[in-house]
């Protein structure tokens, strides 16, 4: 078997290194590729709103696990103690908005922030209400929790559409997540993370990695010392002319979809500047502290750098560290809520957000630049008996800024409770139509199934109101 490089490590999107620099079309040499059988790619329309949207870049911050509404960006200050829990509301600099005492540095900055406060999925289960707010499509069935990816739930997630229709500006690809893929205590992958029936070729990039740790690179994209430029270079000149002798040898295997693969990591490898943009100790340490050194935070700050270079989409999640509680990991706060939202959660969820907040304002790229900060769900609004607070699927919130979002609104509201939609209320679709509406694509803009049939990558309503 011919191996253009020895080093077995894997490339964001899983693919190991050796096998995206290998000779391709091994099918007619009597070897085999098995996950190319199913690269597919098909057909989308992308069509354009009458008014260009204001985003050139959209960055995903998805607070896995479920952050509670009454401590975050909907406080419950009058509500009895069971329900507001121990912390207090703060006043932002926005009069009339108030946020939870824990976030003192975003209620600096609502005026550039839009608060949706009746966010609904009706879904109480991880694993399915992720997938409805990753790809703004209700999971069948609702309420299923440990499920994975796969038919009939395998629209593709934002990352994938955006890859799909929106051309990469360089030499990294249109989409990346990091620092790794969401999973359950069971290790179940939630479905709604990859490009599903859109295939392989336009799936967002995973990058896993720890980019608080001490010495952080990234060893996928580093090329091996004995491997010069112009030696890749050569090694990709004898890959395509392979390929091209190769084409149609077998029409099992998609060798298109396999080539666009091997290009991108090619140009990645082959570009200083596109592996630049990974590497934190090109900030100053003054930055980097203000992000937090908290993986969430580190990682927070590698979606300013990709965005500088020119990604349309990342999606960070909420880092899941090995040390993590098996019965309250992440946000996914069963027990000691108060305790984990005072210590571990919140400082380095303010820090994180508002400092990348204020870099893209300094720079002149929050307004064109979408924030989300979102989550699957939100918590139930009493108290469980192991001081926490269980899935609430029913109303929860989502802050958005920069990108054609109109800042110091708050859009909708829940009761007095924090239990349920009051007025206002927004699905998933809704939010992926004004995130695909603010980057510029119509909602309406089809792709195709593995069918070929015409489906609208969002079947939502734009939230008008927080529009600038």
């Known amino acids: 078997m011919l191996s253009l490089l020895q080093k077995p490590t894997r490339l964001c999107d899983g693919i190991r290194r050796r096998e995206v620099l290998r000779a391709g079309g ?22 354009r709103p009458s008014l260009p949207g204001k985003a050139k870049s959209c960055i995903v911050l998805f607070m896995l696990g479920g952050p509670p509404q009454h401590s975050t960006f909907d406080p419950k200050p009058e509500a009895p ?10 006043n932002s600099v926005v009069p009339g908005i108030e946020l939870c005492e824990l976030w003192p540095k975003t209620a600096t900055l609502t005026n550039k922030i839009a608060i949706l406060r009746a966010m609904s999925t009706g879904d109480n289960a991880h694993s399915s209400s992720g997938y409805y707010m990753l790809t703004g499509q209700p999971h069948a069935p609702m309420n299923a929790e440990n499920v994975n990816p796969g038919f009939p739930n395998d629209f593709p997630n934002l990352g994938a559409s955006v890859r799909k229709l929106m051309p990469a500006k360089g030499h990294l690809p249109t989409s990346v997540r990091l620092p790794h893929h969401i999973f359950n205590t069971d290790g179940s992958v939630w479905p709604g993370q990859d490009a599903g029936f859109l295939g392989r070729s336009v799936e967002p990039w995973l990058l896993n990695c720890q980019p608080a740790d001490p010495g952080f690179h990234i060893d996928e994209l580093d090329l091996n010392s004995d491997v010069s430029d112009r030696r890749l270079n050569d090694r990709r000149a004898l890959l395509n002319n392979i390929n091209r002798n190769l084409k149609g040898a077998n029409d099992l295997i998609s060798t298109e979809t396999y080539g666009q693969l091997t290009d991108k990591a090619f140009d ?21 502290n203000r992000y937090g050194r908290s993986q969430f935070g580190q ?64 720079s002149g790229r929050l307004d064109e630049t979408l924030v989300v900060m979102m989550a699957e769900f939100g918590r139930t609004p009493k108290f469980n008996a192991n001081a926490g607070r269980d899935h609430w699927g029913h109303v929860f919130s989502v802050a958005l800024a920069g990108g054609g979002i109109r800042g110091g609104v708050v859009h909708g509201a829940s009761d007095n409770l924090g239990a349920f939609a009051q007025n206002g209320k927004v699905s998933p679709a809704d939010l992926t139509a004004t995130i695909f509406h603010c980057l510029g694509l119509n909602p309406n803009a089809t792709i195709h199934d593995t069918l070929g049939r015409p489906l609208p990558i969002s079947r939502g309503e734009t939230i008008r109101p927080i529009l600038a």
Do not use: M, Y
């Open 81 to 90: 103690a069971e329900v507001r829990g121990e912390f207090g509301a703060i």
């Open 26 to 47: 091994l099918g007619a040499l009597g070897l085999s590729l098995p996950f190319l059988n199913r690269q597919r790619s098909f057909a989308a329309e992308s069509v």
């Open 268 to 288: 990645v490898l082959s570009s200083p500047k596109a592996r630049q943009a990974f590497e934190l100790n090109r900030e100053p340490d003054a930055v980097r």
């Open 299 to 362: 990682s927070v700050l590698i979606s300013r750098r990709l965005v500088e270079a020119g990604v349309s989409l990342i999606q960070v999640n909420w880092f899941r560290g090995p040390d993590e509680p098996s019965n309250a990991p992440c946000w996914d706060s069963h027990a000691k809520e108060a305790e984990r939202l005072r210590t571990v959660l919140c400082p380095p969820a303010d820090q994180a957000f508002s400092a990348l907040l204020e870099d893209l304002e300094r």
